[in-house]
């Protein structure tokens, strides 16, 4: 759990668990043509942060370096990633670009021990946003953060889960072990109330590394 400096968010991520109504992070569009995916929940995800830390990370944690992108090649999913910190009412903005993705940056760097947060926007009112295609992420799939520092932290993801916004679970914000990363993005759209009534949350394990040229972003 990350109680000082850069990972002193916890406490007021866990204290903010009506933090899943600030994931109302559709502009809800009153019609689309084309919907969003229907996730598929599948893998399994450790009920506890003690479970985790008994399993041994897959690959060496990288340094910490800010994230520029990120890519779900299987998806076509790719977004450039904005840091951002939590507001006063310990809320997670998303970037006024919807085809951009927000990097809690006081959550781990992916690639770092810990676990790193990205969230964005499924759509708006004129069409899909960075994190439309995320809800068809299915289990073993490989995603790529590329970093400031010129690594690409690669990940496979291990679970995809649905929560409903008004029960969004805290220990989605919890540390992990090893490196981890989790997106978040909205799902569940009610057509009569116009808005999204759930949260679908990605899971993934750093598989891997590979060395690029520095990011200019």
Same mark, same amino acid.
């Given at each position: 759990? %990350?109680?000082?400096? !850069?990972?002193?968010? *916890?406490?007021?991520?866990?204290?903010?668990?009506?933090?899943?109504?600030?994931?109302?992070?559709?502009?809800?569009?009153?019609?689309?043509?084309?919907?969003? &995916?229907?996730?598929?929940?599948?893998?399994?995800? #450790?009920? +506890?942060?003690?479970?985790? /830390?008994?399993?041994? #990370?897959?690959?060496?944690?990288? #340094? %910490?370096?800010?994230?520029?992108?990120?890519?779900? &090649?299987?998806?076509?999913?790719?977004?450039?990633?904005?840091?951002?910190?939590?507001?006063? /009412?310990?809320?997670?903005?998303?970037?006024?670009?919807?085809? /951009?993705? $927000? *990097?809690? +940056? $006081?959550?781990?760097? &992916?690639?770092?021990?810990?676990?790193?947060?990205?969230?964005? !926007?499924?759509?708006?009112?004129?069409?899909?946003?960075?994190? @439309?295609?995320?809800?068809?992420?299915?289990?073993?799939? /490989?995603?790529?953060? +590329?970093?400031?520092?010129?690594?690409?932290?690669?990940?496979?993801?291990?679970?995809?889960?649905? @929560?409903? %916004? $008004?029960?969004?679970? !805290? $220990?989605? @914000?919890?540390?992990?072990?090893? #490196?981890?990363? !989790?997106?978040?993005?909205?799902?569940?759209?009610? =057509?009569?109330?116009?808005?999204?009534?759930? =949260?679908?949350?990605? @899971?993934?394990?750093? =598989?891997?590394?590979?060395?690029?040229?520095?990011?200019? =972003?």
């Amino acid at each position: 759990m %990350r109680t000082t400096g !850069h990972h002193g968010v *916890w406490t007021a991520v866990a204290a903010a668990c009506a933090f899943a109504a600030a994931l109302a992070i559709a502009f809800a569009a009153v019609d689309r043509a084309a919907p969003p &995916p229907s996730p598929t929940v599948a893998g399994t995800i #450790p009920s +506890s942060l003690t479970e985790e /830390r008994a399993a041994r #990370p897959s690959a060496a944690p990288l #340094p %910490r370096a800010r994230p520029t992108r990120v890519t779900i &090649p299987a998806l076509g999913l790719k977004a450039t990633l904005q840091p951002v910190g939590l507001t006063a /009412r310990s809320q997670l903005p998303l970037p006024a670009d919807p085809t /951009r993705a $927000s *990097w809690l +940056s $006081s959550s781990a760097a &992916p690639g770092e021990n810990g676990t790193a947060v990205l969230a964005g !926007h499924v759509d708006t009112d004129k069409g899909p946003a960075a994190f @439309y295609q995320l809800s068809a992420a299915t289990t073993g799939m /490989r995603i790529d953060v +590329s970093r400031a520092d010129g690594a690409t932290a690669r990940f496979v993801v291990t679970a995809v889960a649905v @929560y409903p %916004r $008004s029960h969004f679970p !805290h $220990s989605v @914000y919890e540390d992990t072990f090893g #490196p981890s990363l !989790h997106l978040i993005t909205c799902t569940g759209w009610d =057509n009569t109330a116009k808005v999204y009534r759930d =949260n679908v949350v990605v @899971y993934a394990t750093l =598989n891997g590394s590979t060395e690029n040229a520095p990011s200019r =972003n």
